[in-house]
């Protein structure tokens, strides 16, 4: 049995409670022989910032970039609202997203049967909903350069942030959404501004050209950002594959994340290019939520997108997903037994806490295996 090396970044707030639960699952894991996995863990964010000076240290780094797989939690909290801004828990993302040129985040807004009544939205505009945003992570407005205040002396500043793709960054997030969408529904909806931005035309042209060259039997329609965002709250079912740029993608992932009842539910996977000799891909996998520092420590948070995030690097970097289609039907099983966590909670439903919505998935994972 080939031993897999998992790499854990459980970061700040509720960061450290739900990779706890994810830890559960990896126990079971090694403990029915049916996988072998090896962790080590290591600190990211505030945590991080508190013990080293920095969002993440470059061993930790150097151990990211030698897993087969990162889990990551969540990072950030006002206890660092003062630190300065390269160093700010959040750096320590960026820097992981970055330099493991993570170029590709995939984030699929699925609505669970037992959850539709949590949206939002009327149950029939979101039941069965199932789509997934392909977000372009590691260009754009996040790393864009300059990135500057200035101060222009009369009183006044100057804030400057910078947007910019190159073509291949344009193309290999295009493949990546529509390789995707061949193995779902064969939809891709490119999202942009091309009406205000430049970046919006190259993408446009880009997303076109990819297409027409390689994946004409894939079905393509452009649509503009903000219509994009209406459109996910009028009637999200007519999308299958959404791929857009690190801003707008940063904003479209948590409108469709909320469609689904809660940003709890939610994992997210960011994946790096195929190396030429091994084939593998650097990998981090993390909720889509935050590290909700108002409900830290006190077993409320909702486990599921984290462990639901290791389910996914079951599927794209560990060559299981037997399993990972196990661990996904174990969610949706607990649900279905009316268990539920804070977040979640509906009439007539039975609330519980963080550790015990881990073991309830762990028992569920036991009667299917
Ligand atoms: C996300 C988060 C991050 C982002 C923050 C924490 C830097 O909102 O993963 O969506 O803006 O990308
Ligand atoms: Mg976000």
Redesign the pocket.
Known sequence: MATHKLFLLPGDGIGQEVMAEVERVIGWFNQRGVASFETESGLAGGTAYDTHGEAISDADMALADSADAVLFG???GPKWDGVDYDKR??AG??RL?KDLELFA?L?PAICYPALADSSSLKRELVEGLDILIV?E?TGGT?FGEPKTITDLGNGQKRAVDTTVYDTYEIDRIARVAFDLAKTRSNRVASSEKRNVMKNGVLWNEVVNQVHAESYPDVELEHVLADNCAMQLVRNPKQYDVIVTD?LF??IL??VAAMLTGSLGMLP?ASLGAPDGKTGKRKSLY?P?H?SAPDIAGHNLANPIAMIASFAMAMRYSLGMGNWAGKVEQAISATLDKGLRTGDIMQDGMTQIGTTEMGEAIVDELEAIA
């Open positions: 969540a990072v950030g828990p959040e993302l960026l997203r985040n984030r977000r992570l996040y690190n993608g940063d992932s948590d997210s993390e889509v935050g």
